[in-house]
């Protein structure tokens, strides 16, 4: 295993820390599914209402990236039934992502109601910023990982560099301490692949057959869900 290399000075990562860019790679894809994050409230289809953040602003800005690694669904969500999205940042592959310019308070309650804790306090964000994760607790979403960026597939009208930077400030994200072999995998919903597959569509602008050739192939998908399956469910 590796980790990406750590900030320049302590001058640029304190500069840095003002505003990050969250790298959403779930269902936070689709921005109106984000937006019940930050202004609070219960998103259709979803079974938990959410407290939202001190600032409910829009991110200020929004790029596709893509990540190393690999997404995949696991244990039970209380939100959606069903597998809930994970990042392994080490298994092989690519994994596509949407990146969300955010303050630092506003990446933290995020992470917090993810972390099914109360929104309120920043995080201490430099254990990831160092060494490029931390973990926080041993629950669900509570790692929080700075992953590198994938040449060539940056937003053009965004400089973004493969030591996990987008215009000189960091990416962060949050999934589970396990890695993905070591996860209980599980057949996520209808309701959840559509939002996936909504903010594949706006971000990365892929088409109907390409977002369910990917999601079919997703661990914990696979095998449960076939590309026919998602494209008629995307469909309706």
Excluded: K
Excluded at 80 to 88: I, L
Excluded at 132 to 152: C, F, N, S
Aim: glycine share 10%; hydrophobic share 35%; aromatic share 10%.
């Amino acid at each position: 295993m590796t980790t990406p290399p750590r900030p320049a000075d302590a001058s640029s990562r304190a500069e840095a820390t003002r505003r990050v860019w969250y790298a959403a790679y779930g269902s936070n894809m689709h921005v109106d599914r984000l937006a019940y994050y930050l202004a609070g409230g219960r998103p259709p289809g979803g079974a938990r209402t959410y407290p939202g953040c001190r600032d409910p602003r829009r991110p200020e800005r929004m790029v596709p990236v893509m990540l190393p690694g690999q997404l995949y669904f696991a244990l039970e969500s209380a939100t959606w039934t069903g597998g809930m999205g994970f990042y392994d940042p080490f298994d092989p592959g690519e994994m596509p992502a949407r990146a969300y310019l955010l303050t630092v308070s506003q990446f933290s309650d995020i992470a917090a109601q993810e972390m099914y804790r109360d929104p309120g306090e920043d995080l201490d964000l430099s254990g990831v910023l160092a060494t490029g994760r931390a973990t926080l607790g041993e629950g669900r979403y509570e790692t929080l990982v700075r992953p590198r960026l994938l040449d060539g597939h940056v937003d053009g009208h965004v400089d973004g560099h493969a030591d996990g930077r987008l215009d000189g400030r960091p990416v962060l994200t949050f999934t589970a301490p396990w890695r993905r072999a070591e996860a209980w995998l599980n057949r996520p919903s209808a309701a959840y692949l559509r939002n996936l597959a909504t903010g594949l569509r706006e971000s990365h602008r892929w088409s109907t057959e390409r977002i369910a050739q990917y999601l079919a192939a997703r661990p914990g998908a696979a095998g449960q869900w076939s590309m026919a399956d998602i494209a008629a469910l995307l469909a309706d």
